[in-house]
């Protein structure tokens, strides 16, 4: 049962222009949200956060925008550059548990 | 300002074979992660730790044991290795159990013949 999925496997954008990889869940007890990106024969690194009482949360390029209602998540990268092309994970957790839940990861390419 | 750090980075084995993966952080973190990447899987939690001297499963635990040695090393070994276990191996740690990023070794890629 995947309870953090990220439905595209893969995305393509241009350079300069807005990317957006989404996340969906199913557990309505998570209540923290993370993005990780990975380069390939590296661990990943965390790149954004959100709590659920929040809906939007921005750090420079990058913005995690959170929809409770819907069950849904969104990073918005702009403006994409060649360096962001990896593979990017969401991640939930429940707070006062340990198991942080990860999504299936949405390999982003960003075009010269 | 070593972090997380996995050894060995790359290991093959027969199957029915056994060894263990090391984990060590130099952050004085409390809580230690093991997770597995698969393709088409993502990352999945074999065992964690949240404080030193406890140990949980987590969403994968079958096939594996854990240690925590210490604070600082967290230990995933594999008793009858099988090739389902092939996989690429990430150590976790993090200063508290939730609510907190985690911060990720280099990984270990384990290929099981």
């Known amino acids: 049962d995947q309870q953090v999925k990220q439905n595209s496997p893969s995305l393509s954008v241009q350079e300069g222009r807005i990317s957006i990889l989404n996340c969906d869940y199913t557990n309505s007890m998570f209540d923290y949200f993370l993005w990780y990106k990975k380069y390939p024969a590296e661990g990943p690194t965390f790149l954004i956060s959100i709590s659920s009482i929040k809906d939007k949360n921005e750090d420079g390029r990058f913005t995690v925008f959170l929809n409770k209602s819907a069950k849904h998540l969104s990073l918005h990268i702009v403006p994409s550059q060649p360096g962001d092309s990896a593979v990017y994970f969401c991640?939930?957790?429940?707070?006062?548990?340990?198991?942080?839940?990860f999504g299936t990861g949405t390999r982003l390419k960003v075009l010269a | 300002n070593a972090g997380v750090t996995q050894t060995p980075k790359f290991q093959v084995l027969k199957t029915g074979q056994s060894m263990t993966l090391q984990c060590a952080q130099d952050?004085?973190?409390?809580?230690m992660y093991w997770y597995r990447q698969d393709p088409g899987m993502g990352l999945r939690l074999i065992y964690y730790?949240?404080?030193?001297?406890?140990?949980d499963k987590g969403e994968v635990p079958n096939g594996y044991n854990v240690s925590r040695l210490n604070k600082r090393e967290f230990s995933l070994r594999l008793e009858s290795a099988a090739p389902s276990q092939t996989s690429v191996y990430f150590c976790a740690s993090n200063r508290q159990s939730t609510n907190e990023k985690l911060f990720f070794g280099s990984g270990t890629q384990l290929s099981v013949l």
């Open positions: 952050m004085n973190h409390n809580s």
């Open positions: 991640a939930a957790i429940t707070s006062g548990t340990y198991k942080y839940i």
């Open positions: 730790s949240a404080s030193e001297g406890t140990t």
